[in-house]
């Protein structure tokens, strides 16, 4: 069985660019989590996706979006790019049998910007 | 107060020993409790999760859950250096919420 997979592996942009991630979850999976995790830093939880539709998200600004699509993949959505963005942002993913199930990490992507 | 915590470490310990990772977590309502590990610049991967109070073992690795004292830990036996790397604990509610803790940095020296 596959895993979770996630485009592109690195990422380089510069200052007040739009950066696009891309996450494929484990087939039968419908949620789609995002995290960044800054160098050295914890997990931040950044977006919660089920069915479609967004559930939740962390305490980051508008600029952080994203969505899924019908397939249950999902797309994360970064605009006017900072300095500070620069992490690996990690999508995972689980089934639909109960909000406290598993979740399964992906690769990551890593992001710079210069 | 921090909702998930953990020692950030480094908790070093000589190969072959018990390494005993702890978290405690302020959320009464968190259900379920999962350890991930992560190696530097890798995604974290699922080691064990514990639902219920007392022990759960699986391998070298025991999850102990007291929910009464909201307290969580694990138990690495016969420590490897390749066990060496940070360790997650996370708590999750039965509605959305999952929350990470920082992490603890674990050391096996050869």
């Known amino acids: 069985e596959a895993g979770v997979t996630q485009s592109p592996t690195h990422l380089i942009k510069t200052r007040g660019q739009q950066a696009t991630l891309r996450c494929s979850p484990i087939s039968g999976h419908t949620s789609v989590y995002w995290y960044q995790q800054a160098l050295g830093l914890g997990l931040q939880f950044l977006l919660w996706?089920?069915?479609?539709?967004?559930?939740n998200r962390g305490n980051f600004p508008p600029r952080f979006s994203g969505r899924q699509f019908p397939n249950y993949s999902s797309e994360l959505n970064v605009n006017a790019l900072e300095l500070e963005d620069s992490a690996l942002y990690l999508c995972?993913?689980?089934?639909?049998?109960?909000?406290?199930?598993?979740?399964?990490f992906g690769p990551g992507t890593r992001l710079t910007v210069l | 107060q921090k909702e998930v915590e953990q020692n950030s470490g480094p908790l070093s310990v000589p190969e072959g020993a018990i390494a005993s990772l702890n978290c405690t977590y302020s959320?009464?309502?968190?259900?379920?409790f999962f350890w991930y590990r992560q190696y530097s610049g890798k995604s974290p991967e699922l080691i064990m999760f514990?639902?219920?109070?007392g022990d759960k073992e699986d391998g070298r690795f025991t999850a102990q859950l007291n929910k009464a004292s909201q307290y969580v830990s694990l138990l690495i036996r016969d420590s490897q250096p390749s066990d060496s790397a940070t360790y997650l604990c996370v708590a999750t509610t039965g509605g959305f919420k999952t929350i990470f803790g920082a992490g603890t940095r674990l050391f096996v020296k050869a």
């Open positions: 514990i639902y219920s109070n």
């Open positions: 996706y089920d069915e479609g539709e967004e559930r």
């Open positions: 995972a993913s689980r089934g639909s049998g109960s909000a406290t199930d598993t979740q399964y």
């Open positions: 959320d009464r309502g968190s259900q379920s």
